[in-house]
């Protein structure tokens, strides 16, 4: 009977065995497989890494250089803004001068009214009077070149 037992387990030690080693080949060859693909990571993998960081850096450059653009864009956008209101105060002040000017021009003009009258030559205190009233149309008409004017990008008033 313990000769039958030692044959029993011989026999189960065998075909322990023999599942045992086409699994144990087969661990191996991954084992293999595994240590090649780590060995061709560590060969490819860092320069691509460097690849990336020099793309990072280039993309960081840009970005700097694409934020100082705009700083310098809005920047002149403020300029423009700032020389379109002095344009338009001058334009304001020209205006108001000349207005001022011809009034008193045709006020100047309508005291020499009877003078005029007398020697039939009452047409200059009309021509002036024509002259204020066309500029005070003119005037009105400006609106477009004010501030928020249709030709510098605002609404027209």
Request: net charge neutral; hydrophobic share 45%.
């Amino acid at each position: 009977m313990v000769e039958a037992a030692v044959v029993i387990i011989a026999l189960s030690a065998m075909v322990l065995v023999a599942y045992l080693i086409p699994t144990l080949r087969q661990l191996a060859k991954t084992a293999e497989q595994s240590e090649r693909l780590m060995r061709m990571m560590n060969t490819d993998v860092p320069p691509l890494l460097e690849e990336a960081g020099r793309a990072l850096h280039t993309l960081n450059l840009a970005a700097i250089d694409i934020e100082r653009a705009l700083a310098g864009g809005r920047a002149l956008n403020d300029a423009a803004a700032s020389i379109t209101c002095s344009i338009t105060d001058v334009r304001s002040a020209c205006w108001q001068t000349a207005n001022e000017l011809l009034t008193g021009i045709v006020g100047w003009a309508d005291q020499f009214r009877p003078v005029a009258a007398i020697s039939g030559r009452g047409g200059l205190s009309a021509l002036l009077t024509g002259v204020q009233e066309g500029f005070k149309f003119m005037c009105g008409r400006s609106a477009i070149h004010t501030r928020g004017g249709s030709y510098n990008g605002g609404e027209q008033q």
